[in-house]
């Protein structure tokens, strides 16, 4: 784990808070918003669903109630709250920063990009064996809304001490 520390200094709150927030955001964008619903939106919410599996994960090895846990996490990131994170102690929603319960900016962002590019692979061989490109490009577009992801971390770094 030093390693990890040395090689990017920053951590964020951890129990399900930076993959909660990233689904929170790519529902909230404005691309979602706009226009007819198409393939490419239809990805998205994929994506911000596939964000969401983390806390309810998380949720329901704890012997939480789904729901309910999950519900209340999305409504305080929602309102803003984007430390707030699925406590497994207290069996509650709370801030996890203040609990100092911090996670890696690294494996985070690792663990994402992997299986944003497992996805990719998975779909780029699906699309030769459909002969259909362009399904594999709206996904590789889709894809870079991992920026998104990258634009929430640099705006939740903490040192690490």
């Known amino acids: 784990m030093s390693y990890i520390l040395v090689k990017k200094p920053a951590l964020l709150p951890g129990s399900g808070a930076p993959e909660m927030e990233v689904a929170v955001k790519l529902r909230g964008s404005r691309f979602l918003k706009t226009g007819l619903f198409n393939k490419k939106k239809a990805y998205l919410v994929a994506y911000a ?4 599996l983390i806390p309810y994960t998380l949720a329901e090895n704890a012997g939480l109630s789904l729901i309910e846990t999950v519900t209340v996490l999305h409504r305080q990131h929602v309102n803003g709250n984007k430390d707030f994170g699925i406590n497994v102690r207290k069996g509650a ?3 996890i920063k203040e609990e100092n319960v911090l996670q890696p900016l690294l494996v985070t962002s690792f663990a994402i990009k992997q299986a944003s ?5 998975i779909l780029k061989i699906d699309d030769i064996k459909n002969s ?3 399904i594999g490009y709206e996904m590789f577009k889709i894809l870079q809304f991992f920026k998104l ?3 929430f971390i640099s705006l939740s770094e903490t040192p690490a001490s």
Do not use: G, L
């Open 49 to 52: 669903d596939a964000m969401e």
């Open 93 to 95: 929603v709370t801030n």
């Open 117 to 121: 590019e497992t996805i990719r692979s």
């Open 132 to 134: 259909d490109s362009a």
């Open 149 to 151: 992801f990258h634009e």
